[in-house]
Structures are given as structure tokens and as C-alpha cells.
């Protein structure tokens, strides 16, 4: 069923001085998602809303939230939070906050942002007195609640935001207990970017009769991103990065790995190459990360390299191009990581670096998109293909050359020249007593091996034990 887009959002019966910030922020046109999700949640309805990352869904689930505190009468009452907003990482907690303060530049409204990394004792001092929205993450939330700094019971909205990546970092569990500590008179809104049988199940026991709501097909990407993949091996990726990077065009650009530690070195790389860049990722401090977001928001630095976690939340404008310097583990990732250009209808550019061992991952991506990115510089049928090596078993040698290759260990023992303790005396420096006779194996018949001892050499072994410990050296 095709619908026809709301022209403003005054048509929506929003109070007039949100509809007034909204148009001094150059908000004049919902969006599809907000098209779709303001009118079920202004009517007390739960929604599932399915929309791809740079939609305008924070909006969307804002705006409701900001109408329905208007028509509330008095403060907070202490320790409680009229609103309640989940969110998978700090990064997206900053921008949710922004983006509220924004909407209601005419309104009253007290926030705090809950999140670890920061000064718990200022977020408890916030909530004492009583907020109207409480922006937070999982972990550091549950850990409030469970010291008993902030009570739920008068929380009126929830919602969960980026609901999928919750799920991907095992916060369901806390999600679901923070829910039963609102009760069912709460009205919830549940956002993700896709849409899996998880997030389904998820959604059938948090929600009550929700109104699903869809911008896009799940698992889709923005027409408006030009999407590229170029072969490079591990041992390529470095000059075709610089290659990239000589085009004036790239002007602010995100650059994704897979690991913290990945992220360090190709940052690492790029500032010893010429390039100004700075990294962000879950080992960073908070005022680490938000410095570098500043830096690179405000044009000071034109690379940002992050990892999948971190930037998830980034809301940077004009960011001109995005390149996967790796490919990540789950497909969906390349989905929310191609998002941060292309936002609010501009164009941008998703570049992709693959590697030889990464082809299969890059076809993962083809299913999950329904598209094909044909694969520029790829090697002609015949032609060498970098591969992976293959991890050696236990027990076997690492091939020569290799840099983590360990030495392999030997079951024979260890003697030193011309000691003459041998065996563990010489391993170890302590003095060691000659051994029962009955601990030697017996020659089995017609079969290699140690000979039984003779009589002179049991006599020998008694006479060494009844005179104690042998010892060497004076």
C-alpha cells in the first residue's frame, strides 16, 4: 500500500512551539519513517519500526515522548524518570540527547545521559532530583537501578533503540528486566535496522499489539550510496588505501576495521602516510571518543577510523565517503556501516576493500543486500589468489618465517654437557634420588626398548638410596 507523506508536522496535532523548534531546525518534512510512526504513537499505540540507519527515526520516537511530557503538570518526582530511551552504545546516547534538546529548545526538559565510562556519582545526582528523559545504555543503567539510585515505577514511555545491535552484544537480558520494572502501562517503542526472528521474539513479548511500521525493506541500503568493492590482499590494502585517499573527493571519510587493535594500526599507518586521523573504539575513554568525533565533525581531521560497535550512533553531516578497510563478521554490519553517508537524503560512497580470504564474506553481504558489487581489480582466472592460512593443529610446527611461530617442545629430556646429574637435576639445579627399581619398563620380547637391570646395578640403586640424597659439588 503506497502512502501519501504528511507535508508538515503540524498536521500531526503537535504542540505549537515543538512544531516552531522543529521548523528553526530545518525539520520542515517528515520523513517516511516519521511519516509512518508519529500518528500510531501520538494515538497511545506501540510501534515496530524497521528503518535503516540515517532515517530520521530518532525523531521519530521523540517527538511523542516531547508532546506527551508537554501535557504533563509538575516536576518529577525524585529518583524517577518520566521517559526512559535504551541505546546499544555511548555514541548513539550523545546523539538521542542532541537531537531531543533540539526539538525541545522551547520546552523545560531536564535529561540525563547513563552511561559507563562516566561520572557515575554526576548521573546520580541528575536523578535524584527527578528528569524527564533518561538516555542510557544497558549496563550502567541496570547497575543504577539495582543500587536502588532510580526507581521505574513512573516511567510512562520506553523505548529501545537500535534493538538488533542490543541483541548482537547480549543486552537483551538486562533490556528485558529494566521492561518488567515499568510495567505494562508503559508505551514502548522498539527501532532496528533489521529484522530477525530474535528481534521478532523480542518484540512479541516487550510490545502490546504494536503497529508495525516500515521506511524500508529490512537488511536494505539507501539508493542514494554509490557502492564499490576492490580487490586487495592483507599486504595491498595500505598503498590502495593511500591510492584512495590522493582523491581531493574523499573529504570526510569513516574508515572501518574489524578489531580495537586493527583500528589502532591502520591509524597508526595513515597518520605515518601523510593523513590526519584518529581512531575510536570501545577501549578509548569517553572524552577519548568525544574528542575524536569533535575533531572530526568539525573538519580539524578528515579520517576517522572506528570499529563496528563504536560508531554505531555517529551522526556526522556531509560525510562524503565510508571504506570498509575490512570486512566485518556479520553482514548486517556493512548495512549500518554504509549508513553514516548518505543521511537525511544526500548522496555518498561506500567503499570496500576485499581481500582474497574475504570473498566469501563479501557474498554473505551480496544475499543479505540483494545485490551484486562487482569486485574491480580482481584477479583473472589462473592468476594467484591471496588465501588464508590455515591455523596448524596442535602438536604441528608453525611454517618457517612465521612470526608468532613458537619453538616446539621435545618430550626428551633436557641435559646440560658434561653435568653430570642429567634429566631434572639438570633442568632444575636440585638434587635428585636414584630411581626405584620398579620404575623401569621392562624389554618386552623380541621388541626394542630399555633392558631390565642387572644384579649389580640393583645393588648398586639400594646401596645409593640407604646413603641418602647424592650430592655434587662439595
Do not use: C
Not at 56 to 68: D, E, M, Q
Not at 172 to 191: D, E, H
Not at 221 to 232: E, L, S
Not at 337 to 349: E, F, M, S
Amino acid at each position: 500500500m503506497r502512502h501519501n507523506l504528511t507535508k508538515s508536522f503540524s498536521d500531526f496535532g503537535l504542540p505549537v512551539h515543538i512544531v516552531s523548534a522543529l521548523t528553526k531546525a530545518g525539520f520542515n518534512t517528515p520523513t517516511p519513517i516519521q511519516e509512518r510512526a508519529l500518528k500510531p504513537q501520538l494515538e497511545g499505540r506501540d510501534i515496530m519500526g524497521i528503518a535503516q540507519t540515517g532515517s530520521g527515526k530518532t525523531a521519530a520516537f521523540a517527538l511523542p515522548i516531547l508532546a506527551g511530557i508537554d501535557g504533563l503538570t509538575g516536576r518529577p518526582a525524585p529518583m524517577t524518570t518520566r521517559a526512559l530511551i535504551l541505546a546499544p552504545t555511548r555514541e548513539l546516547a550523545v546523539q538521542i540527547e542532541e537531537v531531543l534538546h533540539t526539538l525541545a529548545a522551547n520546552m523545560k526538559l531536564t535529561t540525563v545521559l547513563v552511561l559507563g565510562g562516566t561520572s557515575r556519582n554526576a548521573q546520580v545526582q541528575k536523578i535524584a532530583r527527578g528528569v524527564d528523559v533518561t538516555i542510557a545504555t544497558p549496563g550502567r543503567l541496570k547497575d543504577l537501578i539495582d543500587d536502588k539510585k532510580l526507581n521505574l515505577s513512573q516511567t510512562r514511555w520506553l523505548v529501545l533503540d537500535e534493538a538488533d545491535r542490543m541483541l548482537d552484544m547480549g543486552f537483551i537480558g538486562a533490556v528485558k528486566q529494566i521492561a518488567a520494572l515499568i510495567g505494562s502501562r508503559r508505551k514502548t517503542a522498539m527501532f532496528s535496522a533489521t529484522m530477525s526472528d530474535e528481534i521478532a521474539k523480542l518484540a512479541n513479548g516487550l510490545l502490546n499489539e504494536p503497529v508495525r511500521v516500515e521506511a524500508a525493506a529490512p537488511a536494505t541500503t539507501a539508493a542514494v550510496i554509490v557502492q564499490r568493492a576492490i580487490y586487495a590482499g592483507t599486504k595491498q590494502k595500505r598503498d590502495e588505501l593511500n591510492k584512495l585517499l590522493a582523491d581531493p573527493a574523499l573529504s570526510k571519510v569513516i574508515i572501518f576495521s574489524r578489531t580495537k587493535h586493527g583500528a589502532d594500526r591502520v591509524t597508526k599507518n595513515l597518520n605515518l602516510d601523510g593523513h590526519e586521523a584518529a581512531a575510536i573504539h570501545g577501549n578509548k575513554s569517553q572524552n577519548a571518543r568525544q574528542a575524536a568525533l569533535k575533531a572530526f565533525a568539525s573538519g580539524n581531521v578528515r579520517l576517522l577510523v572506528a570499529t563496528d560497535i563504536a560508531a554505531r550512533g555517529i551522526d556526522v553531516p556531509n560525510i562524503s565517503h565510508v571504506i570498509n578497510y575490512e570486512l566485518p563478521d556479520d553482514p548486517e554490519s556493512y548495512v549500518h556501516r554504509i549508513g553514516r553517508t548518505g543521511r537525511n537524503g544526500a548522496t555518498g560512497t561506500a567503499i570496500t576493500l576485499v581481500g582474497g580470504e574475504e570473498r566469501a564474506k563479501l557474498r554473505e553481504i551480496e544475499r543479505l543486500i540483494r545485490r551484486t558489487l562487482p569486485l574491480e581489480n580482481a584477479p583473472k582466472p589462473g592468476e594467484a589468489v591471496e588465501t588464508a592460512a590455515p591455523a596448524p593443529r596442535r602438536g604441528q610446527q608453525r611454517p618457517a618465517g612465521d612470526r608468532n611461530a613458537q619453538p616446539r617442545r621435545s618430550s626428551a629430556p633436557h641435559h646440560k654437557p658434561n653435568d653430570p646429574r642429567g634429566g631434572d637435576a639438570a633442568k632444575t639445579g636440585r638434587p635428585v634420588q636414584a630411581k626405584k627399581p620398579g620404575n623401569r619398563p621392562a624389554a618386552a620380547a623380541g621388541k626394542p626398548g630399555k633392558p631390565r637391570w642387572s644384579g649389580k646395578q640393583k645393588s648398586a640403586a639400594k646401596a645409593a638410596r640407604s646413603a641418602g640424597p647424592v650430592r655434587f659439588g662439595g
